[in-house]
Structures are given as structure tokens and as C-alpha cells.
């Protein structure tokens, strides 16, 4: 079947690619074979990791690599304190939650103390699809509704439910009869009534938003759908990273209120400090959602994830089905969990992401008047998205964006993409990324551009 370019498509692996691999990788490669075709592999030239420290990888031949990509070792690949607090509960006691344990309920104290009184409710699963699939299945039993409306190139992970209501995975995933789709918050190309989204107020694109929401709404119920709810990457990354204007969710909460509807924020992505403003997204955009979902940043890569609720939103749920997750809210992840979080208060991951972040955007639009090639640099904290345009327009070049990505990766920087065309860089590097590392990539990134041509 035929099917559009999908963003888990674009920077990865092709058989064809085979023929120009050294003997030991392209030997891993053929190996790979056994986990079947859907998995896929970033790059031309595929990278070997043995180790990591910070935001440095190394690869099976010594070679150092600048980590620009990965949020899940979000303290830094391997923290002592994370791997110290891991080994000492393994070696004493893994369980699950059927069993009374400290760690599981000082981590939810902890973890809820970072939000809003509101949400006030935490429970515990191991992937962000998890809980984005109990988050729906919430905002499902607590309205009676069912229809979800996401954004138009939105991922929100694999599970049946929620592929289907994650429009990114490409045009061969059947996408929910019940779901509507609303308009990326694209502020580089959106129009608002012949205005530039990019100089308008929160207000304005907000109210934009907002009745792109209504009008999905609108057409859902047209079809006897009932409304449950919006589910929103407060960030929008896969969708080509939106973070501004600051404060424009706060019309779009309104709105799924007033239709009756639960506000579901996923903060996969830029929880967690990232941002550099405030602990988690929705905080930044001045809004207290009904429910609040996580997973990759949480415990540095132990498979830990989780759906916050307001005790009222979460009621008629839990008290009529059962949950039961045999991993979700273990020991070991509660440990694991609980380390990041004391090493994100004391080692301030917040402040070096506002600090390091915007003098790694101040750095590349200063690169804007040489490189036209680069057409938008956006983002807020350590989460930046770069788009990569045929110079003097606003066309995405997803070709050069790739070829970039592929000269960066010699040039020993690890990176990818996002959007709905695949044409913007997505820099999200670990929390500890250094002012240092910022200049490794800038010389990278001037290297790979020069190499290029453009
Ligand atoms: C915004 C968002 N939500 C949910 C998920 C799913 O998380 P997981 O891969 O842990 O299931 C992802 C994964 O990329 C994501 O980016």
C-alpha cells in the first residue's frame, strides 16, 4: 500500500544502503533481520553505541559522539546517583504495587508536588503509550464521551488505542472513526485571518486554535460522537515543536471545558524542566490541565511512565475498573525515578536549560543571514526546533534536512528530525548539556552546512 513519508520514516535505514557499510555493522545490520522489518534505524551509516556518560556517547570504536537528541537520559546518560540508587533496590527487593512500599508513595508525594493542588492523584504504568491509553480511557469514562481530538501530525504512542489517534505514524495506521483532528500550531506558516501567526498575541493564535477545536468538535457531534476530550503535546513536537506564544493553550482549555471535554496534557515531551520556564509545559502556558501524562524523562531510561489526575476527574474510572500494572511504579523504577528528580532540584537541570538552551537558539539565528537554508529557529530551553527551507521561502527541504542530519552524524553529532514534512531539526539533548557542547555542535553544524554547500 501505497503511503506518505512518515515522520518514523524519514531519518532511518534502507536495505539499499547496505552495500556502503563497514563488514562488522553491516554483519549487526543483517543480524537485525530476526526483529522483523517494523523496526527501523536512524542514519545512512548506522551507530554502534557501547557507552555513555552525560551527553557524550561512545561507539564500539572508542569514536566520541555529542548526544543533541536524547530526552529519556534526561540527567545525563549513566548519572552516578541514578545508576547508584538503581543498584542498591535491585540487589534488595523488585516487586509490584500489589505489596506495600515506601517508594512508590514518596515518589507520588514528590511527583504530584510539582503540580498544581488540583492534580492530586498519580498513577504509575511504563511508556508514555500506557498512559496516554489510560489517560483516554479516563477522560472516556468520567465525560460518557468518546471522541478525542488531537493535533494534524500529532504522536502519542503504539498502543491500539492510541495509534489511532496519533495521525504521525502515516497514512497506513487507520486513525479512530471517533477522532478529529485540529491544525499543527505552526506560528512559521499559519495565517489568522491574513495576519502572520508569528506576531500575534497568545490571545489571538490561542483564539485561532481554539475554534479550529470547536469546529472539530462541532463536526464530531454532527456524527453522534460526544466529546471526551483534547489530547495535546504541550510542546508540539512532533508536529515541528510550538512552544509560542506563551499562554496560547490557555483559550484551547477554555474551550474543552466549555464543550464539556477533559484537557489531557501529554508532557512526554517537554516536562520535566526541559523547557527551561517552568517544571512542566502546561505550567509554562499558565494552564492547570484535568489530566497530565509522562513516561521518557522520568528515570533515565527504566521504563517508567505516568497519568496524574484530578481526584474528581479520575473518580468514576478507578472506582469501577480495576488497574493493574505488573512493572509500573516497581521499586527499582520508584528509585530510579525519585534520583532524577532529587538530581534535577540540586543540579538545577531548570536554570542550565533556560541558560544553555538560549544561547544555543541566540547561536543559530545568528547563523540565519549567512545560511538561508536555516528559515526558523524556535523552541524554549533545551527543546529547539531548526527548519531547514529552500532559501528565500518558507518550502520545507526535508532532503537537506536529511543530508544534514547524515553530515552531522560524521561529524560525530546525533540528532534527527520532526514535522510534518521532515525538514525540521530536532535538538533536545540531555539536561546537563554544557555551553561547551553547544560550541561542539556549532562547529559540527558550520562543518556539515560548508560540506553541503549551503
Ligand atoms: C508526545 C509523546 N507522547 C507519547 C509517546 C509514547 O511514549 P512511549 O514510546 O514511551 O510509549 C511519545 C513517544 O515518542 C511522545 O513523543
New binding site residues.
Partial sequence: MATRSTIMDTNSFRPEMMGALDPETRSLVEKRDVLGPAYRLFYKNPVHLVRGDGARLWDADGVEYLDVYNNVASVGHCHPRVVDAITRQVSLLNTHTRYLHENVLRYAEDILSTMPGEIDRVMFQC????A?DLAVRVAQCHTGGEGIVVTHEA????SALISELSPALGTAQPLSRSMRMVPTPDTFRVEVDGAAAAGLSAEAFGGWMASCLRDAVADMERHGIRFAGFLG?SIF??DGVFPDPRGYLGPVIEAVHDLGGVYIA?E??PGFTRTGDAFWGFQRQGIVPDIVTS??PMANGMPT?MMAARHEVLESFAGSIPYFNTFGGNPVCMAAAQAVLDVMRDEDTMGNAKRVGGAFRGQLAGMQPDHPVIGDVRGTGLYIGCEIVRPGTKDPDQGLALALLDELRENHVLTSVCGPLGNVLKLRPPLVFSLADVDWFMSAFERSLSSLGV
Fill in positions: 511508556t508514555g503509550s500506557e496516554n504522536y502519542h504512542g503504539n503535546d513536537s512532533s501529554d512526554v515531551q513516561g521518557k511512565s
